[in-house]
């Protein structure tokens, strides 16, 4: 099955910026689209941002104009700038793809592990 794993996270000034990646490994066929997502303590996990196979993006009204998502091939990276305090959260990448499942593939959702991102002075 396809893995993934985030880095990047750690703690960052208001105003300061931050870079997370995301790297796709294993029985890739295909990935249709990778994103980020991020949940804070009591609050339900949103979309932050995401890009499809075209290169289409879309972002979350609250990071827009502040954060970049792009992705080269198999990794996806989220660039964060002007961090605010309630940027804080877990982030986790995610992936539509197509693995390999012995003689044949099966389309799945792929979650990271999540990184820590803590914006505080």
């Known amino acids: 099955q396809v893995q993934l794993v985030e880095s990047g996270g750690g703690l960052v000034q208001p105003g300061g910026s931050l870079r997370l990646s995301c790297a796709a490994s294993?029985?890739?066929?295909?990935?249709?689209?990778m994103a980020w997502y991020r949940q804070a303590p009591g609050k339900q996990r949103e979309l932050v941002a995401n890009i499809t196979s075209s290169g289409e993006t879309n972002y979350a009204d609250s990071v827009k104009g502040r954060f970049t998502i792009s992705r080269d091939k198999n990794t996806v990276y989220l660039q964060m700038s002007t961090l605010k305090p309630e940027d804080t959260a877990v982030y986790h990448c995610n992936a539509v793809v197509k693995e390999w499942m012995y003689v044949t593939w099966a389309r799945a959702v792929r979650w990271g592990q999540g990184t820590q991102v803590t914006v505080s002075s």
């Open positions: 294993g029985s890739i066929v295909s990935i249709d689209s």
